[in-house]
């Protein structure tokens, strides 16, 4: 008996199975962000019949995913971010717990029928979504395993196990996990979502984590000219021979310098960049608080003993962040501090109110805008100047 056969039908030098190997997973990769995250999720973007059915029928074989439970976990978690209904929030279970079980934390939300019914509107439901990929969700990885020994024999194992954990390990360990504990943050929006690039290249661009809860819809997720997003360079490729429709993108900030009150499109640009708005309040008056608390520090009040940096280090999270957020104890030393400090309490006191404008969602738009007129008139008189600098770029937004 010829056992060269059990070698496969491709013989490869060593770096051709991991050239392969990166090339598969990486098309997977792919597949999971075009299609279930960007298109069927957040509906950014309308794929042409060809890639959609592509994405769906290599999803079936290297991940056992079903769309209708991917998509609805992933809206439950914008919908519920960081509460006890967050599926996978390291905020409720632990960065250890989602890095290291997410996939489990997926499985158990995946037999929650309330979340398949109220969150997967409008994911395919065609005969053979119903009667193959569904029904038959784990023969498609068995279908995989046999392809794999086929072609490459004992090799092919190993090849298959590599494309088991890669979407478990980057999506629900890292995206999941890291994405919601460390990294950076362009935008202050009402959970810990992070940027955790320069590996963005990497996973298609999902790690671009902190652009995507603030702006969800966007079929884009690099805001910033150093930010790569690979997934949104294939979509532009699809689009380019009509096998993608780009439906929303996050809107980019214009300003009329010309501009010396706030009016409806004032008031409108504003809502729309809010998030933008309240990070970069932080980083404008960051000068003033760093000054402001050297000087606490320096006489001995507020911070009871704390280090200079760390004292520091924490009125800069308090400004990036929803007060809802903060611990009792953070709450408490904010407290002091702002008791102990006229500029420090104006200048939280500017920013919350600033944020509170947005969710006025009774108000009517003469009334919003009399109120943020009347916010940068009150900051022009603080007598800060960099409160001042700020309320005069809220004014130009256009």
Same mark, same amino acid.
């Not at 939300?109 to 979340?115: D, I, L």
């Not at 993108?249 to 501009?259: D, S, T």
């Given at each position: ?284 008056? %960051?000068?003033?608080?760093? *000054?402001?608390? +050297?000087? &606490?520090? !320096? #006489?001995?009040? /507020?911070?009871?003993?704390?280090? @200079? ?6 009125? %800069?999270?308090?400004?990036? *962040?929803?007060? +809802?957020? &903060?611990? !009792? #104890?953070?709450? /408490?030393?904010?407290?002091?501090? @702002? ?28 009334? @919003? ?30």
């Amino acid at each position: 008996m010829d056992l060269s056969v059990l070698n496969g039908l491709i013989d490869l030098p060593w770096w051709g199975y991991v050239v392969f190997g990166v090339i598969v997973t990486h098309i997977t990769i792919a597949a999971v962000t075009i299609f279930l995250h960007r298109a069927q999720a957040h509906r950014g973007l309308d794929l042409h019949a060809i890639p959609s059915h592509f994405f769906r029928f290599w999803l079936w074989l290297t991940t056992g995913m079903v769309t209708k439970e991917w998509v609805a976990i992933h809206r439950k978690h914008h919908a519920k971010c960081e509460t006890i209904d967050d599926p996978h929030s390291p905020v409720v279970y632990g960065i250890k717990k989602v890095l290291t079980e997410g996939a489990e934390l997926y499985r158990t939300e995946s037999r929650n029928q309330e979340t398949l019914d109220k969150y997967s509107h409008g994911v395919p439901n065609d005969w053979i979504e119903r009667n193959v990929y569904s029904k038959y969700s784990w023969q498609g990885v068995g279908l995989m395993l046999v392809i794999n020994l086929v072609l490459f024999g004992p090799i092919g194992a190993t090849i298959w196990a590599a494309q088991m954990m890669w979407i478990p390990f980057h999506a629900a360990g890292i995206i999941n996990g890291i994405g919601h504990y460390w990294g950076y943050r362009h935008y202050t929006v009402h959970d810990t979502s992070t940027n955790i690039t320069p590996i963005a290249f990497w996973i298609g661009g999902e790690e671009l984590h902190n652009n995507h809860h603030a702006f969800p819809t966007s079929a884009r997720f690099s805001m910033k000219w150093y930010e790569f997003d690979l997934g949104w360079l294939y979509i532009r490729m699809l689009q380019t021979f009509g096998l993608a429709k780009v439906k929303k993108v996050a809107p980019q900030a214009k300003f009329n310098w010309e501009k010396v009150s706030c009016d409806v499109e004032t008031l409108q640009a504003v809502i729309s960049h809010r998030f933008e708005i309240t990070t970069k309040y932080a980083h404008t008056l %960051r000068a003033t608080c760093k *000054s402001e608390i +050297a000087r &606490l520090h !320096a #006489e001995g009040s /507020a911070f009871n003993g704390m280090r @200079l940096r760390g004292a520091w280090n924490n009125f %800069r999270s308090w400004m990036q *962040s929803d007060s +809802a957020q &903060l611990s !009792a #104890e953070n709450r /408490a030393t904010l407290d002091r501090a @702002l008791q102990h400090s006229a500029t420090l309490q104006q200048i939280y006191s500017f920013k919350k109110e600033l944020a509170g404008l947005w969710d006025r969602s009774t108000a009517s738009k003469e009334e @919003l805008v009399a109120r943020l007129e009347d916010w940068c008139k009150r900051a022009e008189a603080s007598g800060i100047e960099a409160l001042q600098q700020f309320s005069r770029r809220i004014r130009a937004y256009a």
